[in-house]
């Protein structure tokens, strides 16, 4: 199921907030990955498929430097495999104490034009990703090399990121708030809606800067605030 | 018992650390907010009499989205009702896993003359709160609409906030490092006593960038430091 | 055993990650001073032996304010006698629920020299020490005088903090991402090698960007990168 | 709506996890209260509606011993209130540092006929609970007076605990496992839906020790294992 | 590589701490899976080669309880598929908020000839499992049904119990202590070293409680020491 | 100062509630070590002035097992020299991932006449402890060596254990629910006020066993309470 660019266009232009609630309304509230934020500000939203990549805790005989020498090893293949457009999702265990990639790594998602990068650990080189211009989430920087807590063992398999389910290909949003999760089957309907719900949420807030109250405007339980967003509508062409 | 534009201008120009340290010298010792802090960097300081909201864990069965269309919903109804010139008091139970508010709530906040809120849990929207000429405190960000984990059930009653206790009416203070709660009957003289306090860091701050040694100025052990300070308060005035 | 002219410059322009590295081929997996983070962005790095002081919980009747009119207080006493160039090393037991020091006396640290301040706990007068040019890194903000929590029992003995163990002596290296403890015996040659290690992954980080694959690169188990490498080095006398 | 004799009799004979079932059935995922266990071993099932208890975080000034000299204190007043067959309810806000309640307090609940009390911070004389003839549920002991850090604030209004839900008259159920909470109004027919379900399950735990597998049987998708629970039913006349 | 009734009998007889040493020895310090505990007390260790399950976070469409009626479902059929004489072991990511299984499954377990099981997160029906003639390792009760929080996800590939990596065939040994996992291809020689370690610790308990000081003695320093163990060894048969 | 045989039989007789009541009324709120329990059931109190050890983080170059050959390392120092009649006292802050001691030497403690032991970590062969004579209080069992953590560093200094602050000499006090930290100057006073208000506690819980209700009675506001207590007090010679 390929992320259209319609619906990928969609989901650039609304919040997680906003796509939070369309899922809540469809059952599913355990979809904001907890506890993750973005590195450095870097105007839109990261949208795109998960590729995930799953570390299990370090057995320190598996773990020395020199894994890295086999070309083989799960977290440099899975950097060099994971197709552009998508999101790379790390399964960290919530475990920061050392970092899950650093900024070389992140270079080379970002060059191979990958959309954006979460980990629910966190990164090193951490200053340097945030100059960077590819989106990352993490819970704190951590400068230990991940071998010193992580093993990387699954590529693109279905794993837990921050308390909420990843499956492969499920549709990764992040804005300046944290990252939320949607279900690959329900991309395009959660983005259609989300962008009628962003329609009302901006009409009701230029009201509430306006002055009005929010009873009977949000929800528009008053007839009148139901006539005045059509009218806002036509007038904003939305 | 009202906060008296004295004691409001008081305390718009002290810090929370020294507050707290006129709070300890009372035998409070936890009237602090624990893991809170500003969203944005908005000026002043913020504060206000508390007004309060306290959350439950939200029964699903109660919670769908459809309860907003009540006027009378508590959290609704509390943005409505919160005085100006008051600070509006979330009781998450120090959950952030959904949140406390959004930015269409806060901006009604902001709008009703309301000075400030702050909340154990978390914010959704917080880039937009964060741009908001109000001034916000949370946990952290958190996107999933508060219906997701938090039942509104009571508005302005005692509750806890971050560990602190707050009574409806006590005098709450926010800076750049978080937020004070100095109990109502304390507020004239706690704001006082601060407004000395601060008066004298500032006399000791300006002699330690001057090269001074903290030992007998700060506490002021030498009498030369006493006669220093007295000398200065004339000089500038306060 | 002094830290050298020649260490200390090499320290201020390597990274903790790569430090961190240096020190996991030897075996030590904990150095890095968890959960702790910079007040404020202020160039290069921290470069110090560690100076420390522990506290212990603080009980009631032996912290009343009156204690600091003690010029032989240990914090007081401490900050007076932390040597230029050293950094301040604070063991808070990981506590934030109060300061661990405030801008007056982290003024007089920068004033006296010294390279910074770390606490596995928090600060308060936050925003001051933010502005301060001093490095600085702590938890996250707390409001409450120290004597709250906290009682000054020890100066410069070993202790925890942040889960990684400091000597006096250790040489502390902080930068954007965090601070790392380097056992005095090993900071000559760990500086050493983070040296060449630095110049690797800059290289590695400008091949990456030119869009070169990090397979046989990082590590660099193709002979065609050894090759580069040393002509890089050669191009840029590094 | 009072809680009958049959529905009490029904709930005293199955299982938290299988009345957890039931509710899930129902979308009701967060009734178990989290993080409690029972003191001592005393046979049957806790059973009863909630009568409640609110503790905020204690005020220093509003909490010396003294204040238990007056009658009318909320957690006095609240223990010779709680109807006999009701169970005693202790939103603590999860902080055992401090007890919710003691002996005493609990042997007077027992006396006046009530069916247990749960909080979920933590008792003190936790020992001499254990004996008592009352089930009784916490996080851990705690010998500290409750006034070191509870302010009894509010008697039978809702309440979280454990992060469950409470409201008064909702039915509390507590065995070996921990407590769960059902919503008033579902108590018959979880009542009778978990009887039905424990037949169930008995039968399938015989089946499971004569040695059958799982599969088919539990759930019983095999017509076989249907013929049998009916037969066994018959036989067991259940 | 199978385990050898020899190295399991060697096993059966020795503690948890003494493996723990003998890891340690070989540079691995994280094997012991944290914060589990035994349900009861079951006479002998558990001894077994792992054989594992995976949960992620529960996503609420995927999960309701008709998922049970797919035999394929890879909860029930990993029960059914565990061999004799393995310990399953269960990744719950730490989170005890709803069961990783319940007595069911456990009897089923126990009835195949598996021996024992080990979850890092809670079982339901504790109090029977408890009763059950299988060892059992949890880190609380938790009466939730699993589909509130967990979907089993992979049927024995390597995961993470409790901070701790454990691989398809590590041998997994409980005691009334806890879990240790040891590296398949290390068993024979761990078992074979902790055996003489618990001769030499039975010894030095032995002396200890005669009186003798730990100096000298533990380890053996003094020449003394050696030649009464080598003693004691001879008159004990061991 | 010494702890005198009258206060030690008085301790002796006490709980940690009544004692941490007498303290709460001195202004010592903090001194109940929170988070360790019990090993096994053991009868009496544990009484007896703290002796103090301290462990930081361990660095693995500093901690290998050969370190236990030097009879002058500070844990089995410890071990050898802490006093008859004291309380062994262990800061391990807070962490329990690897034992702060095991069975050989908890049963040297116990042949030389220590009191008890007390860690804020965990002890490994914690089954065997629970059977040994002599009081032993953690957080939970540990099996890994506590060099895998933890590197004794200090003897007989202040310290923090569970966030209560222990000065050598402080009269420590365990039942089975905990410990209380009781400052040396105040042992003598505390032992005679506690021993006082056990009586009264041991008549309230007579009298509310008895049916009388806790208002009037627990504290003795109504006069019939003071004189039931005097008849009381007479009638069994307390």
């Known amino acids: 199921m390929a992320l259209s660019d319609q619906t990928r266009g969609k989901l650039a232009a609304v919040s997680t907030a906003t796509l939070c609630t369309a899922l809540f309304k469809r059952g599913l509230r355990n979809q904001f990955i907890q506890n993750v934020r973005p590195l450095g500000v870097k105007g839109g939203n990261m949208v795109g498929p998960a590729f995930t990549l799953r570390y299990i805790p370090a057995r320190e005989d598996l773990n020395p430097l020199s894994v890295f020498l086999d070309r ?34 992140v270079s080379r998602l970002m060059m191979r034009g ?12 951490s200053p340097e990703i945030a100059q960077l211009a590819i989106p990352a989430y993490h819970q704190r920087p951590s400068a230990p ?31 300046g708030e944290g990252v939320v999760v949607i279900p690959a089957h329900l991309a395009d309907e959660i983005a259609e809606e989300a962008t009628e719900m962003t329609a009302f949420e901006d009409f009701v807030t230029e009201k509430v800067l306006e002055g009005r109250s929010i009873l009977g405007l949000y929800p528009p339980t008053d007839e009148q605030s139901q006539t005045d967003f059509a009218a806002w509508r036509r007038q904003n062409g939305r």
Chains 1, 2, 3, 4, 5, 6 share one sequence.
């Open 114 to 125: 990958v959309a954006g990068i979460v980990t629910d650990g966190g990164f090193r080189d």
């Open 145 to 175: 090399t991940n071998l010193t807590a992580h093993q990387a063992i699954e590529i693109n398999g279905p794993i837990g990121c921050g308390d909420a389910p990843v499956f492969p290909g499920d549709i990764m949003v992040g804005d």
């Open 72 to 105: 083989a090893h799960p977290q440099r293949k899975a950097v060099e495999e994971c197709p552009p457009g998508a999101v790379f999702v790390v399964d960290s265990r919530k475990d920061a104490r050392a970092a899950s990639a650093g900024s070389i790594l």
